[in-house]
Each structure stands twice: as structure tokens, then as C-alpha cells.
């Protein structure tokens, strides 16, 4: 196996960036979910996980440029992130009061629609949402949904007939030809030597309504979703039995992870 990619997203749910390598330590990938926007009436995170209210985020990128991160918006206006008028743009984009913060407040919240009521009912329709707090396996600040880094295999990409980029994930990793789909399941418990860098594994990575949603130019995928939950509902602790692709990683020391390193799987 060999890392065939690294990515970073700054802004929470907003597309990110593929780059050649990523500097990460206990609290994650730097330059990673870095960023959120704040919903004013509620004080949670906004996420794509909400659909109703937030994939228009999905329609913006976020990169890093000369150490500031710039904001494109879906009509082509670009914007620091420290810029003073960045949170009036969002707002009009998302039609709600919102702020751009760098810092995550303590016991910070997502609502996670239940992804399966949406694809039933459509992404207008009020549906269950159970509040996901984040981070709950990373120190720091970041705005990750639970662990420090996540990653798919071409396998389980290539099986699904989906994107990477609708997963998300921070590492995708070449698998060599007739490797199994969803062997991230196996990780767990185990550990990944990236390079010279040792990551472990925490978990499948539970799948939400996001790999479905558009994606910049990518349009709907109901299947980047209904494909796992038909074949891959397992246990993705601490969250339950769910649809699951990929796995959550946790960072055992410091230091960067490059394109085209190679990657052992040990007991």
C-alpha cells in the first residue's frame, strides 16, 4: 500500500485541497478543519451533516495561501479568512447569521441529520438530527468530527464508484489489485507505519448525509451513502452500528506525511 494522496479541508465542510504533504501531530493535520462557521442563533458548528441548512458550504473551497486561508465562493468571490467583511459574505451565502471562528468552543456541536431520512425525504424535510459533539478523540482546537486524521483505500473508492473528495479524508491510500473493499474495518486496534510515521487505528468512520450531497462541480451521489448501507453497516464506536468507509486514525508522535510513501499495516 502506498499513500496515493493527502488532503486538507481548513474550513469545515467547505472543499479543501490536495497538497504534497501534510505536517500532523496528536491534534491532527496542520492547516485541517482549522476553521468553522458559527450558526448566531444556535452557537453550533455549522455542518454539511445538516443539509437543509448548510450545503451550500460544500459549493465554497478553502486553501492555504502565503500562511492566510482564502475563501472562494460559489459565485467567485474570494475572501481571507481574516478578512473583516468575511462573515457578512457568509451570511448572505448561507442566509443566516453566521461568524468565521478559529477556535472551538468548548463541548462545540454539530446536528447530524439522519442521513438515510434524508435521502428518503430530500434535503428540504425536517428530519431526525441527534447533536454530535466534536472532537471527542483530539486535543486542540480543531473542528475534526472525531479523530485527528481519517482514510479510505482506493479499494472501498473504486467498489463504492465514489469521489474521495465526498469522504473527505485526510490520507487516500492505494491498495494493490483484489484488496478487499472495507478492509479499514480491520484497522482498528492497529497500526499504520506511514513512512517513518506511526498512526493508529480507532474505527470505522461512520457515514453521513455529506458524500451525497454536491460537491463544487460533483452533483448528487445517493449511492456514495446507500452503497455502504447496504453492505457495511458495523460497529463504529463509539457512535453505534452504522453505514461505515474508511477509518478514523490517531497520530502517534509528530511529523509529515508525504504523497507516495508507503504504508504497512502491523498487529
Known sequence: MRVASVHRYPVKSMLGETVRELLVDDEGAWGDRRLAVIDEATGRVASAKQARLWRELLK???????GRVRISLPDGTSVAADDDGVDDLLSQLLERPVRLVDRRPRGAEVE???????????????????????????PGDSFVDFAPLHAITTATLEHIGAEAERYRPNLVITTPPGHPAYSENEWTGRTLTV???????????????????EH??????PHALRTPATENRVDAHPFGTLPCAGAYLAVMGEGAIHAGAPVSLTA
Do not use: K, W, Y
Open 195 to 213: 513512512g517513518n510515521l506511526r498512526l493508529s487505528g480507532l474505527g470505522p468512520t461512520p457515514r453521513c448525509v455529506v458524500p451525497t450531497l
Open 60 to 66: 465554497c473551497s478553502a486553501i492555504v495561501e502565503g
Open 216 to 221: 463544487g462541480p460533483l452533483g448528487r451521489a
Open 112 to 138: 447530524r441529520a439522519d442521513p438515510e431520512q434524508v435521502l428518503q425525504f430530500g434535503v428540504e424535510a425536517h428530519v431526525d438530527a441527534p447533536l454530535l459533539e466534536l472532537a471527542q478523540a483530539t
